[in-house]
């Protein structure tokens, strides 16, 4: 599977940006998906999920803030986040979530980069 996330860009603090993640190949709707996120100097980190039966978990750090949907139909997940903080900074990318490691594989594709000025 291949995935391509956009949507990326420069906001400032408080602002908002929704990305996109584009999923080849069949059987989108049964699969679980992720946003991830890795920071200047960090490790690549899980911030959100959503399963194949549309629950979703996050992070701490971004409850209340981001909302990941799908649109099972475009095999595209969403990452809507509002109320953007310099912390967000980072590249994000889409990929398989822990409850899904095992079931399918995909590579991470050049993510996205989100940058959020203070």
Do not use: H
């Amino acid at each position: 599977v291949q995935l391509q996330a956009s949507g990326g860009g420069l906001v400032q603090a408080g602002g908002s940006l929704r990305l996109s993640c584009a999923a080849s190949g069949s059987r989108f709707s049964a699969r679980g998906m992720g946003w991830y996120r890795q920071g200047p100097g960090k490790q690549r980190v899980l911030v959100a999920s959503i399963t194949s039966g549309g629950t979703t978990n996050y992070v701490d750090s971004v409850k209340g803030r981001f909302t990941i949907s799908r649109d099972n139909a475009k095999n595209t997940v969403y990452l809507q986040m509002n109320s953007l903080k310099p912390e967000d900074t980072a590249v994000y990318y889409c990929g398989v979530p822990p409850a899904d490691w095992g079931k399918w594989s995909a590579s991470w594709g050049q993510g996205t980069l989100v940058t959020v000025s203070s």
